[in-house]
């Protein structure tokens, strides 16, 4: 079993719609939790992070954890065709913890 | 703020060259740098974790001395994959850590290597 677990998709919405992706994982021992975003053929950009359980909100995104079912989310409220790339989701032990395991990523288009 | 660059951005090379890949932490100064291969639809594998002034520690599986990492000041590392062969065709990427920053990796944009 994959310490994180991501369907790679692809994943296509309509503009303006709301989107999910969601991660699970098996190491309960995972307290960081984090949110990338990689255009094709680019290095990943941060877009959230989020310490232990909880919901942290930026602009259009959501990211949510689940500790008790080992279970995170990204919600994107209105996509816009810019936001179609790969989202990768990626966690670590704690704040002190440097080394970050990452799903496979989900391949999100959103059509015009 | 944040940017990590890393050049060059392509290469080809024979099989049995060596190639040298630089990233650098343009805006401020990398605790740590950590060097990760992605292969086509997998996900990011880190392969070893630099700091500076001292060895890298390489990932189960990484060969050490094929991938030969130096991390010689705070804004500069640099992958040298040695004796390249096909198998080692990858996109290649780099994150840097700053002071304080703990998790948040920033990203350079990659390097992708084509060994024929």
């Known amino acids: 079993q994959k310490e994180v677990e991501q369907d790679p998709g692809p994943l296509s919405v309509p503009e303006g719609a709301i989107v999910s992706l969601n991660c699970t994982y098996s190491n309960s021992a995972f307290q960081y939790f984090m949110w990338y975003r990689q255009y094709s053929r680019k290095g990943p950009e941060l877009l959230m992070y989020t310490y232990s359980s909880g919901n942290k909100e930026d602009g259009r995104f959501t990211a949510q954890v689940d500790k008790s079912s080992k279970y995170i989310s990204l919600f994107i409220r209105d996509s816009q065709p810019s936001d179609s790339a790969t989202y990768l989701c990626?966690?670590?032990?704690?704040?002190?913890?440097?080394?970050?395991?990452f799903g496979i990523g989900t391949k999100l288009q959103v059509i015009p | 703020g944040a940017v990590v660059s890393q050049h060059p951005s392509w290469v080809i090379c024979k099989s049995g060259t060596s190639v040298k890949i630089e990233c650098r932490s343009l805006?401020?100064?990398?605790?740590?740098m950590f060097w990760y291969r992605q292969f086509p639809k997998q996900s990011l594998m880190l392969m070893a974790t630099?700091?500076?002034?001292?060895?890298?520690?390489?990932e189960q599986g990484v060969e050490k001395d094929k991938f030969l990492i130096n991390h010689a000041s705070l804004t500069l590392s640099t992958l040298t994959v040695t004796s390249a062969h096909p198998e080692d065709s990858s996109f290649y990427i780099c994150?840097?850590?700053?002071?304080?920053?703990?998790?948040?990796?920033?990203f350079g944009p990659g390097t992708r290597l084509t060994v024929l």
């Open positions: 990626a966690m670590a032990l704690g704040r002190g913890y440097q080394k970050v395991t």
């Open positions: 630099s700091n500076e002034g001292s060895k890298a520690t390489y």
């Open positions: 805006d401020f100064q990398a605790t740590t």
């Open positions: 994150s840097a850590v700053g002071f304080g920053s703990y998790n948040e990796q920033f």
